[in-house]
């Protein structure tokens, strides 16, 4: 099956992929976790955005509950609720970017702190199925296979989609790879699927 490329085509097969009972019903997926990856061009950044919103509104018409995360909406919500957000801002034009980011990703610690943070919204809101975006705003402090591995047990009721800026490949001499911005090798992550080689 060839892939659809233009933005006009991956939003057509996303809506009909999202809307379909066997996606919403998790077939064809053995025992593994309901999780997908939507890779697109990093440069696509702005419009990506804007579709997803569009696909939320189309889907959301069609009777399909979706729930829409941002992992660096939810990073602000952590370091605010921590009270150090504005601490954070004033000190990091003269801090060492290491100490910044040793900072940033304890505090965004996803196990300890940002799937907790997801889990709550995921028991708090009604869905069908959870987008996760944000990526690339929260690189390098957030690694998406650390999000994805930590998140196995608490998002494995209904599909999961990470919309990833970048490419997510599977080879069988290597294994599959999440390459964020298409270039900086983000880790090996098997446990989900490409949604545009989803057949419905």
Request: proline residues 5%; glycine residues 6%.
């Given at each position: ?28 997926l053995g ?60 000190i990091e ?78 080879a069988l ?28």
């Amino acid at each position: 099956m060839n892939q659809p490329s233009t933005r006009k085509e991956r939003s057509a097969h996303l809506f009909k992929v999202i809307t379909s009972q066997r996606f919403l019903t998790k077939q064809g997926l053995g025992n593994e976790v309901p999780f997908f990856i939507y890779p697109y061009d990093a440069k696509e950044g702005l419009s990506a955005n804007e579709d997803r919103r569009d696909l939320i509104t189309r889907i959301s018409n069609a009777g399909v509950a979706v729930l829409d995360l941002s992992l660096y909406d939810l990073s602000l919500q952590i370091l605010e609720e921590r009270g150090i957000l504005e601490q954070v801002l004033e000190i990091e034009p003269e801090t060492d970017k290491s100490e910044l980011r040793e900072l940033l990703q304890s505090v965004l610690d996803p196990q300890a702190n940002l799937i907790p943070k997801i889990g709550e919204a995921i028991s708090s809101t009604p869905h069908d199925v959870i987008f996760l975006s944000g990526v690339g705003e929260v690189y390098p402090f957030i690694r998406s296979h650390n999000v994805l591995n930590n998140l196995q047990s608490t998002a494995k009721d209904k599909p999961t989609v990470l919309f990833f800026p970048g490419s997510y490949t599977h080879a069988l001499a290597t294994g599959a790879s999440l390459d964020l911005f298409g270039c900086l090798h983000d880790d090996k992550y098997y446990r989900a699927y490409n949604i545009l080689n989803y057949e419905v």
